[in-house]
């Protein structure tokens, strides 16, 4: 109960900060309670549903997306009871994941909350992006919820507390005796840096200790044409150097490092990467595919459509499967993929997983549905899993990938 008027106090200062004052204070702290008292209740999953979540959604996303990072901080929602099927259980880079379902970045952008988020269910947490310095992002608005389309636009602009502050937070957590959760860092490079494959060695430098792997992003670059060759020098430049970070540190914190890829890159530029990672110095241990992306394929709200920033959530399901897809052709299924974009059911997670991930992340999908959505998608995939004679799940990996290619559509 003392973390509950903690939590309050936190949301009203918070919310006073606001210049739409008390009212927004009152509903947030109106909805909080309510959203408390009702997980008291059985049946949580249809009350989140039909309930809690609609009258989160009235409050500005971005509170609502803050007011849930703060939740978790605090450890509000009840710790899932839920124990996880032997045949989810999964080898993640050399760690145990009970389940292979994880939180995507961009939620706790700021290591705040990973110890709630391990309460949920998920079995692994990637934390960031995280910029060397700690930085604003864009003006306000910048998440916008597209509710018919179960999507999320947003252009937050890697606001970050940077590096000092998360390190020191994730450091806190890993020495606690009960911690026991796999936790990724997302590096970020600051908005205004001269220097940005040095931010990505920073990142190396300082997570590396404290990190169960470590993502560098490539986005597709915004002028066509202009870019192969471009592109394949840079990336050649910052994955070396990321390399030679690692190996600087001490032998015990050589993190895996993952390349996370936007699915707006096209044939060519797949081809380029591939070429550059099969080099021995530009080695990566997995690939996340994929982040949001710019296109604006089937949105049914054409003003919320001409926002800018990158869409997520369900128009950018069957886009990011395709991709997992060709770059499980295009690597010889050689290495790890972590499948994310769209994915709300325990179907969308095994499409993922056939189609070539070994793992899967959510985001866009928990802010719809409500924390009960981890434990949901986690038995639909067990079950999946089991009913079609699988042991597990690595049995499913890239069972079906020519389905999902772009060719074969
Ligand atoms: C509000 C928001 C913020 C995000 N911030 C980041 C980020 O900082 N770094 C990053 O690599 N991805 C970020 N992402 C992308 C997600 O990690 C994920 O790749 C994408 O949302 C697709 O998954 P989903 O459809 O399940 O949301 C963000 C996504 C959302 C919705
Ligand atoms: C858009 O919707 C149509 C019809 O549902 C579907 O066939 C198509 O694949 C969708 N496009 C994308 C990019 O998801
Ligand atoms: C992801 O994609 C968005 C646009 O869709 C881009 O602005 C951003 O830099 C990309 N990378 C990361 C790490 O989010
Ligand atoms: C692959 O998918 C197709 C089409 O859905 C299905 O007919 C086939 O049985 C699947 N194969 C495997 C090995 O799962
Ligand atoms: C968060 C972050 O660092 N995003 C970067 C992803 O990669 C592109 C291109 O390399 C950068 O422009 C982004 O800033």
Request: hydrophobic content about 40%; aromatic content about 8%; proline content about 4%.
């Amino acid at each position: 109960m003392i973390q509950f008027t903690t939590f309050i106090k936190m949301v009203l200062q918070k919310t006073q900060k606001l210049s739409r004052l008390r009212s927004l204070g009152i509903v947030t702290v109106g909805a909080t309670a309510l959203y408390m008292g009702l997980t008291a209740y059985h049946n949580q999953d249809q009350l989140f549903r039909t309930f809690v979540m609609p009258a989160v959604r009235l409050l500005p996303a971005e509170t609502s997306h803050n007011l849930a990072v703060l939740a978790c901080k605090y450890r509000l929602y009840p710790a899932s009871k839920y124990t996880d099927d032997l045949n989810l259980h999964s080898s993640f880079f050399g760690r145990l994941a009970s389940n292979p379902i994880g939180i995507a970045a961009g939620f706790d952008k700021n290591g705040e909350a990973v110890l709630g988020l391990k309460d949920l269910g998920f079995g692994f947490i990637e934390v960031g992006s995280v910029t060397p310095l700690a930085q604003a992002g864009n003006p306000k608005p910048r998440v916008f919820r597209l509710v018919s389309d179960r999507a999320l636009i947003n252009r937050y602009g890697f606001n970050s507390d940077g590096h000092g502050v998360v390190a020191q937070r994730l450091k806190e957590i890993r020495e606690r005796e009960d911690f026991n959760a796999i936790v990724g860092v997302n590096l970020g490079r600051n908005r205004d840096t001269l220097t940005p494959i040095n931010d990505y060695v920073k990142g190396v430098h300082t997570f590396g200790p404290v990190a169960d792997y470590l993502v560098v992003n490539v986005s597709s670059p915004n002028t066509k044409g202009l870019r192969n060759m471009q592109s394949k020098k840079e990336l050649t430049e910052l994955l070396e150097a990321v390399n030679i970070a690692r190996g600087q540190l001490k032998t015990n914190q050589k993190v895996p490092i993952l390349l996370k890829l936007s699915p707006d890159l096209e044939t060519g530029e797949l081809n380029d990467i591939v070429a550059v990672i099969n080099q021995k110095k530009c080695r990566v241990d997995g690939l996340i595919v994929s982040n949001t992306t710019v296109a604006r394929d089937n949105i049914s709200d054409p003003a919320l459509a001409s926002e800018a920033g990158g869409l997520s959530g369900e128009p950018l399901r069957e886009r990011s499967t395709r991709l997992i897809a060709q770059m499980y052709s295009l690597t010889k299924g050689s290495l790890p993929i972590i499948g994310v974009g769209g994915v709300a059911s325990g179907q969308h997670a095994f499409e993922k997983i056939e189609a070539g991930a070994s793992f899967v992340q959510i985001y866009t999908a928990l802010i719809y549905e409500g924390p009960e959505l981890v434990e949901r998608i986690k038995g639909e995939l067990s079950l999946r899993i089991s009913e079609l004679g699988y042991a597990c799940v690595k049995d499913a990996v890239g069972s079906n990938y020519t389905k999902y290619l772009p060719s074969s559509k």
